[in-house]
């Protein structure tokens, strides 16, 4: 019997033949990736490989409280005693999971470990990736290895290609509005369709599978993952593609042609997405928000710009922008993007989690109603648990702020905020 991606790769970092659904395997792990929050509770006392373990400082940076500055200053000691060479503090930051796609952490073929939710970003680089909890990553750490029970797969494929004013976001969005929660099961891309798609495009899509309760999601390593990944890469690599006959537990078509703009309604995603032409008119907000993992990059800050350029955030409204990572930020300020966006009224942080997990650089007050490219929209998750949070791609977001209300970008957007 064939394998799917994930299947394979399992299989691989068990050392076995075979691995179906169901089946408990033992895997050595590539890389795992610990956070400044990693060594809240304590410091191991060894670790299986310094050269197989990055850390990345991404949550609270800089540090807006003491206790925050007391883990960093637990962060850097474990670094310095375990002599741990891959190590991204303040100023060569960012979002682990940028960081992960920028540095070569993640590479095609490869076992990924994450101390963060959203690791199945790294899925649009042919790696299988999980964020695992702080005890299961200590394990790691100290042993090298977890375990994993396979699941089954449900296969995308994807045709067509992306209208200007629908990106990553919005094809997610579709796909928790039409299939809902795929909870127990792997999520593989395929189709002519996925090589119109960006590397940011399909690391979005990667990332937000978290919010559909993938466990693993993957993406084929075409030519596009292939450059980026040899450009990036520090060590030899060996991608894996889906065998002709692998089994899948279910298997969807979308056409990315016909896809429209969506937003996710406040408190979750699935089952609980629509087109922003659904909303209707007259959702006023209080905040926009452009960041995290799953939206701060490159192309989001840059049509975030193109669509800002000659326009004003609309009275009322306060709109952030996080790069999702310092070298993101300083693309950003020499293409232009950032004077623009300060010349419209938004504010321009530095890189960091900040806003989208509900820590600082833009929390929400009771009440107030948010439209953010971010991760997640449950209550409480960007401050008060009476504030409501929707959720849309950048573009969608950047329309928003200037209209003062939930909008489609379609309107704004012309093909030249778009690449």
Same mark, same amino acid.
């Given at each position: 019997?064939?394998?799917?991606?994930?299947?394979?790769?399992?299989?691989?970092?068990?050392?076995?033949?075979?691995?179906?659904?169901?089946?408990?395997?033992?895997?050595? &792990?590539?890389?795992?990736?610990? +956070?400044?929050?990693?060594? /809240? =509770?304590?410091?191991?006392?060894?670790? *299986?490989?310094? $050269?197989?373990?990055?850390?990345?400082?991404?949550?609270?940076?800089?540090?807006?409280?003491?206790?925050?500055?007391?883990?960093?200053?637990?962060?850097?000691?474990?670094?310095?005693?375990?002599?741990?060479?891959?190590?991204?503090?303040?100023?060569?930051?960012?979002?682990?999971?940028?960081?992960?796609?920028?540095?070569?952490?993640?590479?095609?073929?490869?076992?990924?470990?994450?101390?963060?939710?959203?690791?199945?970003?790294?899925?649009?680089?042919?790696?299988?990736?999980?964020?695992?909890?702080?005890?299961?990553?200590?394990?790691?750490?100290?042993?090298?290895?977890?375990?994993?029970?396979?699941?089954?797969?449900?296969?995308?494929?994807?045709?067509?290609?992306?209208?200007?004013? &629908?990106?990553?976001?919005?094809? +997610?969005?579709?796909?928790? /509005? =039409?299939?809902?929660?795929?909870?127990? *099961?792997?999520? $593989?891309?395929?189709?002519?369709?996925?090589?119109?798609?960006?590397?940011?495009?399909?690391?979005?899509?990667?990332?937000?599978?978290?919010?559909?309760?993938?466990?693993?999601?993957?993406?084929?390593?075409?030519?596009?993952?292939?450059?980026?990944?040899?450009?990036?890469?520090?060590?030899?690599?060996?991608?894996?593609?889906?065998?002709?006959?692998?089994?899948?537990?279910?298997?969807?078509?979308?056409?990315?042609?016909?896809?429209?703009?969506?937003?996710?309604?406040?408190?979750?995603?699935?089952?609980?997405?629509?087109?922003?032409?659904?909303?209707?008119?007259?959702?006023?907000?209080?905040?926009?928000?452009?960041?995290?993992?799953?939206?701060?990059?490159?192309?989001?800050?840059? &049509?975030?710009?193109?669509?800002?350029?000659?326009?004003?955030? /609309?009275?009322?409204?306060?709109?952030?922008?996080?790069?999702?990572?310092?070298?993101?930020?300083?693309?950003?300020?020499?293409?232009?993007?950032?004077?623009?966006?300060?010349?419209?009224?938004?504010?321009?942080?530095?890189?960091?989690?900040?806003?989208?997990?509900?820590?600082?650089?833009?929390?929400?007050?009771?009440?107030?109603?948010?439209?953010?490219?971010?991760?997640?929209?449950?209550?409480?998750?960007?401050?008060?648990?009476?504030?409501?949070?929707?959720?849309?791609?950048?573009?969608?977001?950047?329309?928003?702020?200037?209209?003062?209300?939930?909008?489609?970008?379609?309107?704004?957007?012309?093909?030249?905020?778009?690449?």
């Amino acid at each position: 019997m064939g394998m799917t991606m994930a299947e394979k790769i399992l299989a691989r970092h068990a050392g076995v033949e075979q691995v179906g659904p169901g089946d408990l395997v033992v895997c050595e &792990v590539d890389m795992a990736v610990q +956070l400044d929050r990693s060594f /809240a =509770t304590f410091i191991p006392q060894r670790i *299986h490989d310094a $050269e197989k373990v990055a850390v990345v400082m991404d949550h609270t940076v800089p540090a807006p409280t003491v206790y925050d500055a007391e883990l960093h200053t637990r962060t850097r000691d474990f670094v310095k005693r375990f002599g741990v060479r891959r190590f991204f503090d303040i100023g060569n930051h960012g979002i682990c999971h940028q960081v992960i796609i920028e540095e070569g952490l993640a590479l095609p073929g490869e076992l990924l470990a994450c101390g963060d939710s959203h690791a199945s970003a790294s899925g649009a680089l042919n790696t299988a990736a999980r964020g695992l909890g702080s005890i299961e990553m200590i394990q790691i750490v100290c042993t090298g290895k977890t375990w994993f029970k396979s699941s089954p797969t449900i296969k995308f494929v994807l045709e067509g290609e992306l209208p200007a004013a &629908v990106f990553g976001k919005d094809v +997610l969005f579709h796909m928790a /509005a =039409t299939y809902g929660s795929v909870e127990g *099961h792997n999520v $593989e891309f395929a189709g002519p369709g996925v090589a119109s798609l960006n590397l940011d495009d399909r690391s979005t899509i990667a990332t937000m599978c978290t919010e559909i309760s993938a466990n693993f999601a993957t993406f084929p390593a075409d030519e596009l993952v292939l450059e980026h990944a040899t450009r990036v890469a520090d060590r030899p690599f060996t991608p894996v593609e889906s065998d002709a006959d692998a089994l899948y537990a279910d298997e969807h078509t979308i056409n990315l042609s016909e896809l429209e703009p969506y937003v996710a309604k406040p408190d979750y995603v699935p089952g609980n997405c629509v087109p922003v032409s659904e909303i209707g008119p007259g959702v006023a907000i209080d905040q926009a928000f452009i960041g995290s993992c799953a939206n701060g990059k490159l192309e989001d800050i840059r &049509v975030a710009a193109a669509l800002l350029d000659g326009r004003h955030v /609309a009275p009322g409204v306060r709109m952030i922008v996080t790069p999702a990572s310092q070298k993101v930020y300083l693309e950003a300020i020499r293409s232009g993007y950032v004077e623009t966006l300060t010349e419209a009224g938004a504010v321009v942080t530095f890189s960091t989690c900040g806003a989208c997990y509900g820590g600082h650089t833009g929390v929400l007050g009771p009440g107030e109603v948010c439209i953010t490219s971010s991760t997640r929209n449950f209550k409480g998750r960007m401050g008060s648990p009476d504030a409501a949070i929707y959720m849309g791609s950048s573009a969608t977001v950047a329309a928003s702020a200037v209209a003062g209300e939930i909008v489609d970008p379609s309107a704004l957007i012309g093909q030249g905020a778009k690449t």
